[in-house]
């Protein structure tokens, strides 16, 4: 298995080594106003990036940085993760500028933060800025104690929400609760946890991109149960990243040795394929340093 702490190295030479044409992010200086106190600061805000694919636990793949950054307010950390209107505010003051909140700056990601903040505001959507949290977390260190505790508790949440075969979002958040106990090592709950989750027949309506959703989900669920049968920890396994990544996989550990872990077992028999040897050809010959 792939170490975890090895993984950010490795998507970011997948990154520059990417063959087809990418189109890099990009940014622009704003001016930003603390919503609590009024101060007044820069901020580089992200204009665009393009995406070609995603990781199990969602986090895209592309030009990035992922996930976006939020504006963050220098002098007493709040976390501007949405619009806040003046009721809100009223509430917001006192627990941005409490000692809980002001103790967690010093450990938790921005992500986190506002995802503590929005559950103290009462908010209903909560569940994608702990998932984003737990992207900050394992982009830092995917073996911290902090990217573990994020896990967890984005497991607790999610069983404690009710079961909705009809919902799509019912079904993509425990799909990612799957894929974070199988990050964990807890293959036996994972797998349970894969195989229960059953997609209606018209969950997410009637429409085209419903029809869509409720295949691609369909399609994230079988592929996970390879993984999950293998013992497989690892942030992005080579059968669940997508073509181009897997087929860069393939290639880089022997052109960048010093940056990008060697195949696993598993990577190096998944990469002899024949189907894939033209590809592998092609980009041996388009990734390789010059000289």
């Known amino acids: 298995?792939?170490?975890?702490?090895?993984?950010?190295?490795?998507?970011?030479?997948?990154?520059?080594?990417?063959?087809?044409?990418?189109?890099?992010?990009?940014?622009?200086?704003?001016?930003?106003?603390?919503?609590?106190?009024?101060?007044?600061?820069?901020?580089?805000?992200q204009g665009s990036s393009t995406s070609w694919g995603a990781l199990p636990d969602g986090m895209p793949t592309g030009s990035g940085p992922y996930?976006?950054?939020?504006?963050?307010?220098?002098?007493?950390?709040?976390?501007?993760?949405?619009?806040f209107d003046g009721p809100t505010l009223a509430r917001l003051t006192p627990?941005?500028?409490?000692?809980?909140?002001?103790?967690?700056?010093?450990?938790?990601t921005p992500y986190y933060l506002a995802?503590?903040?929005?559950?103290?505001?009462?908010?209903?959507?909560?569940?994608?800025?702990?998932?984003?949290?737990?992207?900050?977390?394992?982009?830092?260190?995917?073996?911290?104690?902090?990217?573990?505790?994020?896990?967890?508790?984005?497991?607790?949440?999610?069983?404690?929400?009710?079961?909705?075969?009809?919902s799509l979002e019912s079904i993509a958040l425990r799909a990612r609760a799957a894929?974070?106990?199988?990050?964990?090592?807890?293959?036996?709950?994972?797998?349970?946890?894969r195989a229960s989750i059953k997609i209606a027949p018209g969950a997410g309506g009637a429409g085209?991109?419903?029809?869509?959703?409720r295949m691609g989900w369909a399609a994230f669920l079988t592929a996970l149960s390879a993984p999950i049968a293998r013992s497989d920890r690892?942030?992005?396994?080579?059968?669940?990243?997508?073509?181009?990544?897997?087929?860069?996989?393939?290639?880089?550990?022997g052109l960048y040795p010093s940056q990008v872990p060697p195949l696993t077992e598993f990577e190096t028999a998944y990469c002899a394929r024949p189907e894939l040897a033209e590809m592998l050809a092609t980009l041996r010959e388009s990734l390789r340093p010059a000289k």
Do not use: H
């Open 1 to 45: 298995m792939m170490p975890l702490r090895l993984i950010g190295a490795m998507l970011a030479v997948l990154a520059m080594a990417a063959p087809a044409p990418a189109a890099a992010s990009t940014f622009f200086e704003v001016i930003k106003k603390c919503p609590v106190g009024g101060e007044k600061f820069k901020f580089l805000d």
């Open 67 to 83: 996930p976006y950054r939020l504006p963050q307010c220098p002098k007493n950390g709040l976390v501007i993760f949405r619009d």
């Open 95 to 108: 627990v941005v500028l409490g000692a809980e909140y002001q103790a967690l700056r010093a450990t938790e």
């Open 115 to 166: 995802y503590w903040l929005a559950r103290k505001l009462g908010d209903a959507d909560v569940a994608g800025l702990l998932i984003a949290a737990g992207w900050e977390a394992k982009n830092d260190d995917p073996e911290s104690p902090r990217a573990r505790r994020y896990a967890d508790e984005l497991i607790a949440l999610v069983a404690a929400m009710p079961v909705d075969g009809s």
């Open 179 to 193: 894929n974070a106990l199988r990050e964990k090592g807890d293959f036996a709950a994972a797998e349970a946890l």
């Open 208 to 213: 085209d991109d419903a029809a869509d959703n």
């Open 234 to 253: 690892s942030r992005a396994p080579i059968d669940m990243i997508g073509e181009r990544e897997a087929a860069t996989r393939c290639v880089t550990p």
